[in-house]
Antibody
């Protein structure tokens, strides 16, 4: 069974930093690109970042580029999201999600974690 | 960026009725359009991939159609458990984007 478990969210002051983690199980982690999607309270879904299976390729939405860094440790089946320079607009539930196809980041997202809440205030 | 515009924003439907949700892309995305269902306090669930391809375990009353810029999610014979938000999502080009969502309520 595929599982994605996020952690690391919490309350942080504007300008602060947080590091999110997503531990994956039930599939060959290194074979799949991974994605972070966020959802502000009461709002819709926003793709924020993606990373290839090897970690060589990273992708960012303009809203987070230069402030947030996606990375992965394939030996530990873990995806990371280092968030610096947080602003109130970054308040959201952050989901890690796995694409439906291996070796691709730009495709449908079939497995999602439960999310971790980041509150910037 | 490719903008996805969903309509309607909200729909109240009687059980067993048919529901149609549309998603229009600001430019052609081929068939790189996917549909998700999200219930309150839950993660999104993939319903349809690549405009019309079914997903294992998703009830057959959910179907999708369209290509290019105009797409449709159809729920045939709505069940009470289908009350949720529905989002479209394009994976044709970066940044990946989602539609604003359609809320389906049960009358």
């Amino acid at each position: 069974e595929v599982q994605l478990v996020e952690s690391g969210g919490g309350l942080v002051q504007p300008g602060g930093s947080l590091r999110l983690s997503c531990v994956a199980s039930g599939f060959t982690f290194s074979t799949y690109g991974m994605t972070w999607v966020r959802q502000a309270p009461g709002k819709g879904l926003e793709w924020v970042s993606g990373i290839s299976g090897s970690g060589d390729t990273t992708l960012y939405a303009d809203s987070v580029e230069g402030r947030f860094t996606i990375s992965r440790d394939n030996a530990k089946n873990t995806l990371f999201f280092q968030m610096n320079g947080l602003g109130v607009e970054d308040t959201a539930v952050y989901y890690c999600a796995r694409p439906i196809e291996p070796l691709r980041v730009m495709t449908a997202l079939i497995y999602w974690g439960r999310g971790t809440l980041v509150t910037v205030s | 960026d490719i903008v996805l515009t969903q309509s309607p924003d909200f729909q109240a439907v009687t059980p067993k009725e048919k529901v149609t949700i549309t998603c229009r892309a600001s430019q052609s995305i081929g068939s790189s359009l996917h549909w998700y269902q999200q219930k309150p306090d839950q993660s999104p669930k993939l319903l349809i991939k690549y405009a019309s391809q079914s997903i294992s375990g998703v009830p057959s009353r959910f179907s999708g159609s369209g290509s290019g810029t105009d797409f449709t999610l159809t729920i045939n014979s709505l069940e009470p458990e289908d009350a949720a938000m529905y989002y479209c999502h394009q994976s044709r080009s970066l940044p990946l984007t989602f539609g604003g969502g359609t809320k389906v309520e049960i009358k």
